[in-house]
């Protein structure tokens, strides 16, 4: 299951590369700044100097570096652990962790900020400006919640004891 995985990360860094790069270079979103595409979705360009949502603000090289190295830290505690997986929803879930988080190391490490240029509004109300790589480490978030709650280590669990996860003692 493992190479699975390291297919899905090997995808959504492409994506999320691709999408930064023809973003930047082609539509040159830096300089433009703004580009509505429907009343809910605009390509709007941002400098995320921080974690997701813009938390913990790096603006320091110090603060850049201790960003990249905490993330890739994760990275490959991550990729240790997906060496072991055994099912497809963990392996595809760790993948797109992984793709993504490297995705916006490489931004940090290479810019010293993350582009984000995805924003959906209604109104002048507007959901954070994010980018694919953050896409893509939410659904495998997701997934992995997903699979604690309905995996087959959560079945198993439930018929280990039937008596005590019934309540009867």
């Not at 703004?34 to 813009?54: C, K, Y």
Request: aromatic residues 12%.
């Amino acid at each position: 299951m493992h190479r699975l995985g390291f297919v899905v990360v090997f995808f959504a860094l492409t994506l999320d590369r691709v999408s930064k790069w023809w973003i930047m270079e082609v539509l040159e979103l830096p300089k433009i700044q703004m580009v509505q595409i429907l009343p809910i979705f605009n390509l709007q360009w941002a400098e995320n100097r921080g974690i997701s949502f813009s938390l913990l603000t790096a603006d320091s090289d110090l603060g850049r570096w201790a960003l990249v190295t905490l993330t890739g830290a994760i990275v490959i505690g991550l990729g240790i652990w997906l060496k072991t997986v055994q099912t497809r929803v963990l392996a595809i879930a760790l993948g797109l962790i992984i793709g993504g988080a490297i995705g916006n190391i490489y931004d940090r490490a290479v810019f010293g900020y993350v582009a984000d240029f995805l924003q959906f509004h209604v109104g002048d109300w507007s959901f954070a400006v994010f980018n694919l790589a953050d896409s893509c480490i939410s659904i495998g978030a997701i997934l992995l919640i997903w699979d604690s709650f309905f995996g087959p280590s959560s079945k198993e669990k439930s018929k280990e004891d039937p008596k005590e996860n019934s309540g009867k003692s």
